[in-house]
């Protein structure tokens, strides 16, 4: 490992607070079961796909027997993208593994499910662990992005498990990650292996939420980064008085991250995708909505502010949206014929040639540069990067040509200036030392993981639930992964998948936001939040999210 920072060292000792429950039985809980369950749609086509873990009840705890429980040995995957707190998953898993019986062992395997199906692994000793307690980043066994999805794979993963006695796999990771989890308990169920498998809810995207999994880990961490540098800008913008600045902001698809960031730093502007979808609104509109505001805050001497873009955002654009359809189909049709083409020129000629209608119209209208991002490469999920796709960039450039037009028009009064800067704002927060809410809610996550194994359980999530009060009364328990899961039509076939959680626009965050957004556009109501604080008093230190305190409220 490398050297350590005086501010790593001393975080180091941080003790997590665990849930009052954990804290006085540690991993050795009775299991209290609820009512059988349903998915949240699709019934009869989820229950046909995981005849063995469908149905199962949601579990709770109560304080159990103490003593050694037979002996396990655990391999933990982190999968995806980084989330701060994973090493505290992997800490509190550990810490209960070994509260169980101190001969419980734990495999880290490398890089993610491929870690799984290429054998790749490290012992994970208290020694290795004691590194990592409270750090950031995925590095300890790092991650990746294979997804876990054929018979094929499974069987490999089995093998593994086989080859080295494994009895139980944590997997930690997304909604995706988590119903290849499913996948694989029910496959290891079916072939009779007696290999339990337990998920943990990670994205910074903070859109693997439900009634169940209140929020996913790494969500309020980064949220906090992003806001802490959101805030510096603004403090800048609001000195110099002459920069816009757009920032976009990770999350793929759902805006949570946005809207969080919005809440807790009052933006002059922050869009929100699903409202954009739910409306209707079209990249014409927004442009104009946004030339609208430049030009007020100019002519109340303001040539300044901060708009803030969810990464998803083209996406949700009606237009854009139907034209990645036709993309992602075309694309599919003429896939050995769109390869072979070296030039990204010749890939945008051939791609423009195909379009038709409304489609070829947009498509056209687009900046060169965003253009070939929409060609680039899906990730092994298919879906579109958004991540590489410069929206920041290109509503400032349609913003700048509809602002030459108005300026043409303006012959007596002074044009309206616009000055911008662009920002894209994800890596930055991902690998952030955890928050101490999420220091403690992933060590509590990762404990939870170990007493549903102590237990026996398998196709569950990990769950800790209450956490917008104080750590002490959180309930830890186990969800059911089939009860999350509902059939989507994702690249032209039905797949049985765990719901994302979108924005809604009727809950209680986005209404805080809308009711202030107004305030915001106008002045500089700017907050600055400040770096992530880890010593100090509890109001500092131990705020969870915005958002989780608003919808917990
Ligand atoms: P997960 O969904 O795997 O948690 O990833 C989150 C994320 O950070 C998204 O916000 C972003 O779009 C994506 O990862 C970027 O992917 P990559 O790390 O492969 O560049």
Redesign the pocket.
């Not at 705890?61 to 992997?90: D, M, T």
């Not at 012992?123 to 290795?128: D, M, P, Q």
């Not at 237009?319 to 993309?327: A, D, G, P, S, Y």
């Given at each position: 490992m490398s050297k350590i920072s005086a501010l790593q060292k001393a975080r180091s000792k941080y003790v997590p607070k665990l849930p009052d429950i954990l804290k006085q039985c540690g991993p050795f809980v009775t299991i209290q079961e609820g009512a059988a369950t349903k998915s949240v749609a699709d019934q009869k086509a989820i229950k046909a796909l995981y005849p063995d873990t469908y149905g199962l009840p949601v579990l709770t705890f109560a304080p159990g027997q103490k003593g050694p429980r037979a002996v396990q040995k655990v391999a933990v995957i982190l999968s995806?993208?980084q989330?701060p707190g994973g090493h505290n998953v992997i800490a509190g898993l550990f810490d209960a593994l070994k509260a169980l019986n101190p001969n419980n062992e734990l495999f880290g395997f490398l890089g993610g499910p491929s870690g799984l199906l290429e054998d790749k692994y490290l012992n994970i000793s208290a020694e290795l662990v004691d590194q990592y307690r409270n750090t950031g980043g995925f590095d300890m066994i790092c991650s990746g992005?294979t997804k876990l999805e054929t018979e094929e794979q499974f069987a490999k993963v089995a093998q593994t498990c086989k080859k080295h006695g494994i009895t139980a796999v944590v997997i930690i990771?997304?909604d995706d990650s988590n119903t290849n989890a499913c996948s694989l308990a029910q496959y290891l169920l079916t072939k009779k292996t007696g290999i339990q498998v337990i998920g943990c809810p990670?994205?910074?995207?903070g859109d693997l939420k439900n009634e169940w999994i209140e929020v996913s880990f790494g969500f309020d961490t980064a949220t906090k980064v992003y806001s802490e540098l959101i805030g510096n800008i603004m403090r800048d913008a609001n000195s110099a008085r002459k920069y816009w600045h757009f920032i976009k902001l990770?999350?793929?698809s759902a805006s949570h991250i946005a809207l969080e960031c919005a809440l807790q730093t009052h933006p002059n502007a922050c869009l929100i995708s699903e409202e954009i979808a739910e409306k209707n609104i079209s990249l014409q509109e927004i442009v104009e909505k946004l030339t609208k505001l430049v030009v007020k805050r100019a002519e109340n001497g303001m040539n300044f502010g901060v708009v803030l873009i969810p990464?998803g955002l083209i996406e949700f654009i009606p237009e854009i949206k139907l034209l990645i359809t036709q993309l992602n189909d075309l694309l599919a049709k003429n896939k050995k014929h769109f390869e072979a083409l070296t030039e990204i020129d010749r890939k945008i000629d051939f791609v423009a040639g195909k379009l038709q209608g409304e489609s070829a119209t947009v498509f056209a209208a687009l900046p060169d540069s965003i253009k070939a991002q929409l060609l680039s490469d899906r990730?092994p999920h298919g879906n579109v990067?958004?991540?590489r796709i410069e929206t920041e960039k290109l509503l400032i450039e349609m913003i700048e040509r509809r602002l030459a037009r108005i300026n043409a028009r303006r012959k007596n009064k002074a044009p309206v200036k616009f000055s911008t800067l662009a920002h894209f704002f994800?890596y930055e927060g991902?690998c952030s030392a955890p928050s101490n809410f999420d220091a403690d809610y992933c060590y509590s996550l990762g404990y939870t993981a170990a007493a549903l194994l102590g237990a026996g359980k398998t196709g569950y999530m990990a769950s800790v639930r209450n956490i917008s009060r104080s750590a002490d009364k959180w309930l830890p328990g186990g969800i059911p992964l089939t009860m999350m899961m509902n059939i989507e039509h994702r690249h032209g076939k039905d797949v049985p998948v765990i719901r994302k959680a979108l924005v809604e626009l009727t809950a209680r965050p986005f209404r805080e936001f809308a009711s202030h957004r107004n305030t915001w556009a106008r002045g500089v109501d700017f907050v600055y939040p400040g770096p992530i604080q880890y010593f100090g008093p509890k109001s500092v230190c131990d705020q969870p999210s915005i958002t989780l305190q608003l919808e917990q409220k």
């Amino acid at each position: 490992m490398s050297k350590i920072s005086a501010l790593q060292k001393a975080r180091s000792k941080y003790v997590p607070k665990l849930p009052d429950i954990l804290k006085q039985c540690g991993p050795f809980v009775t299991i209290q079961e609820g009512a059988a369950t349903k998915s949240v749609a699709d019934q009869k086509a989820i229950k046909a796909l995981y005849p063995d873990t469908y149905g199962l009840p949601v579990l709770t705890f109560a304080p159990g027997q103490k003593g050694p429980r037979a002996v396990q040995k655990v391999a933990v995957i982190l999968s995806g993208g980084q989330a701060p707190g994973g090493h505290n998953v992997i800490a509190g898993l550990f810490d209960a593994l070994k509260a169980l019986n101190p001969n419980n062992e734990l495999f880290g395997f490398l890089g993610g499910p491929s870690g799984l199906l290429e054998d790749k692994y490290l012992n994970i000793s208290a020694e290795l662990v004691d590194q990592y307690r409270n750090t950031g980043g995925f590095d300890m066994i790092c991650s990746g992005r294979t997804k876990l999805e054929t018979e094929e794979q499974f069987a490999k993963v089995a093998q593994t498990c086989k080859k080295h006695g494994i009895t139980a796999v944590v997997i930690i990771g997304g909604d995706d990650s988590n119903t290849n989890a499913c996948s694989l308990a029910q496959y290891l169920l079916t072939k009779k292996t007696g290999i339990q498998v337990i998920g943990c809810p990670k994205t910074i995207d903070g859109d693997l939420k439900n009634e169940w999994i209140e929020v996913s880990f790494g969500f309020d961490t980064a949220t906090k980064v992003y806001s802490e540098l959101i805030g510096n800008i603004m403090r800048d913008a609001n000195s110099a008085r002459k920069y816009w600045h757009f920032i976009k902001l990770m999350g793929r698809s759902a805006s949570h991250i946005a809207l969080e960031c919005a809440l807790q730093t009052h933006p002059n502007a922050c869009l929100i995708s699903e409202e954009i979808a739910e409306k209707n609104i079209s990249l014409q509109e927004i442009v104009e909505k946004l030339t609208k505001l430049v030009v007020k805050r100019a002519e109340n001497g303001m040539n300044f502010g901060v708009v803030l873009i969810p990464e998803g955002l083209i996406e949700f654009i009606p237009e854009i949206k139907l034209l990645i359809t036709q993309l992602n189909d075309l694309l599919a049709k003429n896939k050995k014929h769109f390869e072979a083409l070296t030039e990204i020129d010749r890939k945008i000629d051939f791609v423009a040639g195909k379009l038709q209608g409304e489609s070829a119209t947009v498509f056209a209208a687009l900046p060169d540069s965003i253009k070939a991002q929409l060609l680039s490469d899906r990730d092994p999920h298919g879906n579109v990067q958004v991540s590489r796709i410069e929206t920041e960039k290109l509503l400032i450039e349609m913003i700048e040509r509809r602002l030459a037009r108005i300026n043409a028009r303006r012959k007596n009064k002074a044009p309206v200036k616009f000055s911008t800067l662009a920002h894209f704002f994800g890596y930055e927060g991902r690998c952030s030392a955890p928050s101490n809410f999420d220091a403690d809610y992933c060590y509590s996550l990762g404990y939870t993981a170990a007493a549903l194994l102590g237990a026996g359980k398998t196709g569950y999530m990990a769950s800790v639930r209450n956490i917008s009060r104080s750590a002490d009364k959180w309930l830890p328990g186990g969800i059911p992964l089939t009860m999350m899961m509902n059939i989507e039509h994702r690249h032209g076939k039905d797949v049985p998948v765990i719901r994302k959680a979108l924005v809604e626009l009727t809950a209680r965050p986005f209404r805080e936001f809308a009711s202030h957004r107004n305030t915001w556009a106008r002045g500089v109501d700017f907050v600055y939040p400040g770096p992530i604080q880890y010593f100090g008093p509890k109001s500092v230190c131990d705020q969870p999210s915005i958002t989780l305190q608003l919808e917990q409220k």
